[in-house]
């Protein structure tokens, strides 16, 4: 019989800056008011939408959200940039991405006790890589001094889960000795901060999860995965459209399509529902009740659709201790939400304990694991 899979440390890089909703609000109104100034005539000659200003009491009502952090603060807030001033490092220079990425991964092996000799898979897996090849997963193993191999995974916000998924897979099939799955969700990038329905919903953030086999974990905190369970059902409603055939299409790149966007009403009431009937089918199948769950990691997008996923699961609110909650400062952090729930949401776990970990979103994607406390 094979030796169980655990999951035996992980991970939180949270970048320097952040900015709160009246910060960003403050900004998104000034753009958007000298925009309506500046296009008054061809606004009154119904040429042109007005924009519409933003409240941050809106914002916190509606998502939970208060304040995000940012890998790179510069230009968000000036209103003749609109978006985070990153400057292109040479390619001798390690990338953003991989340098954000190897900051969780170190602490994630810290955490699991392990070298990089204890690792041979990495899998950098996220909503959007800064570039196509070569995979910025190649580049943190050779950062690392990690041998064997490492490839980027895109999933939406169940790249975090998905990549987990192929980690237990590749440990159960012995294809693996130790696996670091790393989630460096640079999002600003991505983020339109010229448009009221969606500048807020994003941060950046960085996790990673070491996974390996229980003959071989020896951290202060490991937890065994029992199962893992996957669903995708195709859906435009959350889409960016970048990508690099833009340039055949002739199309520009940079365009409010081409960024993150989304029917937001539409996403709450398709998602809620299949998440509820996904972590019960994910329960079934171990015969637990809701009643034998200590801890829900859930994926960290919206409060209202985390309460509402609670309340059809439980029949009531899930306590905070029950079900953590992150992005009221972190906000949505794609795939890393309920990465970053897990790490700071674990160590009082007892032996014997069962905790879900689960994400959704874009895709529709959702993706869980049931883990027990070792
Ligand atoms: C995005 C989201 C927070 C919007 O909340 P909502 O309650 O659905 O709000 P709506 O988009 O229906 O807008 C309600 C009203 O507030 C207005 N509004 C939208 N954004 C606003 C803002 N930033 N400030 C002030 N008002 C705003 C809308 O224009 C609308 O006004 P109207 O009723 O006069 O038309 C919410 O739909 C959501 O989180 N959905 C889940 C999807 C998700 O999080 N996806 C992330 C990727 S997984």
Not at 248 to 271: I, Y
Not at 289 to 304: C, F, P, T, V
Not at 337 to 352: E, T, W, Y
């Amino acid at each position: 019989m094979t030796s169980p899979v655990v999951i035996s440390g992980s991970g939180l890089w949270t970048p320097p800056y952040n900015i709160t909703n009246h910060e960003l609000v403050d900004a998104y109104n000034a753009y958007s008011t000298k925009f309506n100034q500046d296009n008054q005539v061809a606004i009154e000659a119904g040429a042109v939408n007005a924009k519409p200003l933003s409240s941050a009491d809106f914002i916190e009502k509606a998502s939970g959200i208060r304040s995000r952090f940012v890998y790179v603060k510069d230009g968000i807030l000036d209103i003749e940039r609109m978006r985070p001033n990153i400057p292109q490092r040479s390619e001798e220079q390690l990338s953003d991405q991989a340098e954000m990425a190897i900051n969780a991964a170190k602490l994630a092996l810290q955490a699991a006790n392990k070298k990089a000799e204890d690792i041979d898979v990495v899998i950098v897996s996220c909503a959007y890589t800064q570039r196509s090849y070569p995979a910025i997963a190649i580049e943190v193993q050779d950062a690392l001094g990690i041998k064997g191999f490492g490839f980027d995974m895109l999933v939406a916000c169940s790249a975090a889960t998905f990549a987990l998924h192929r980690a237990y897979e590749m440990i159960t099939a012995g294809t693996a000795k130790g696996v670091l799955v790393i989630n460096p969700e640079l999002t600003s990038p991505q983020v339109n901060y010229c448009d009221r329905d969606s500048h807020f919903i994003f941060g950046d953030v960085a996790t990673a999860i070491v996974v390996e086999s229980a003959d071989t974990a020896n951290s202060a905190h490991s937890f065994e995965i029992l199962s893992t369970q996957a669903v995708t059902s195709y859906s435009n409603n959350i889409r960016s459209n970048f990508g690099y055939v833009s340039r055949a299409n002739d199309s520009d790149p940079f365009a409010a399509d081409k960024l993150f966007h989304q029917e937001g009403r539409k996403v709450f009431k398709d998602v809620c529902p299949m998440v509820v009937v996904h972590i019960n089918e994910h329960l079934a199948q171990h015969q637990l009740a809701l009643s034998d769950i200590r801890r829900w990691w859930l994926h960290q997008a919206n409060i209202n659709m985390n309460t509402l996923i609670s309340r059809k699961l439980l029949g009531r609110d899930a306590t905070p201790q029950e079900a953590p909650v992150v992005l009221d400062s972190y906000a949505n952090t794609a795939s890393a939400g309920s990465i970053i729930a897990f790490n700071l949401h674990h160590k009082d776990m007892r032996s014997g304990d069962y905790g879900l970990l689960c994400s959704f979103g874009a895709g529709y994607s959702i993706g869980s694991l049931m883990l027990k406390k070792r």
